[in-house]
């Protein structure tokens, strides 16, 4: 039966695991943003909105009357937003789409979406398949755990304890 401390430190080994496959397993993971466009004295504001690839906007109403962001391209279209109320829109691919309000079709605007996002908003996160990188990253960080535990108590952690 392990003792307290040998168990510590096999937790401690599979533990620097996780730490090194979450550490060295990343690649590029865009965060996506989210993007406001007002909507008040039968306008949108601002009028064009650059974003990133991935990123949503988000429209809010503060006329009386209900209004819709519908792209000219039928990409998108809100449906009615009531006033006091929003509606969003993700964009998942790049382009300039051009909008309107389908109830008054003088409110105009245009989303302008990049192909790519801006180098500051990535953190490094690409998915590491179970069977390749991971595993033996966590397979060495246990096996430091059981060098660790031989420098301690003069056997590994999976050796069978002797008596005497």
């Known amino acids: 039966m392990a003792t307290r401390s040998t168990r510590r430190l096999l937790a401690r080994g599979v533990l ?3 730490v090194a496959i979450l550490a060295s397993g ?6 996506a943003a989210d993007h406001a466009v007002d909507i008040a004295g039968f306008a949108f504001s601002p009028q064009t909105v650059a974003i990133a690839v991935g990123d949503t906007v988000t429209w ?3 006329d009386a009357q209900g209004h819709t962001a519908t792209a000219d391209d039928a990409s998108f279209d809100t449906g009615t937003i009531a006033n006091g109320t929003s509606k969003s829109a993700t964009f998942a691919t790049a382009g300039t789409f051009a909008y309107h309000c389908r109830i008054h079709a003088s409110m105009t605007a245009t989303i302008v979406v990049a192909g790519a996002p801006p180098a500051t908003d990535t953190v490094d996160a690409t998915p590491v398949s179970p069977g390749g990188q991971a595993w033996g990253l966590l397979a060495l960080a246990a096996l430091g755990g059981l060098g660790l535990a031989r420098r301690r108590f003069g056997r590994s952690l999976v050796e ?3 008596k005497g």
Not at 26 to 31: A, F, Y
């Open 16 to 18: 620097g695991g996780i």
């Open 26 to 31: 990343l690649g590029s993971v865009v965060l």
């Open 60 to 62: 809010t109403n503060a």
């Open 160 to 162: 069978a304890p002797t």
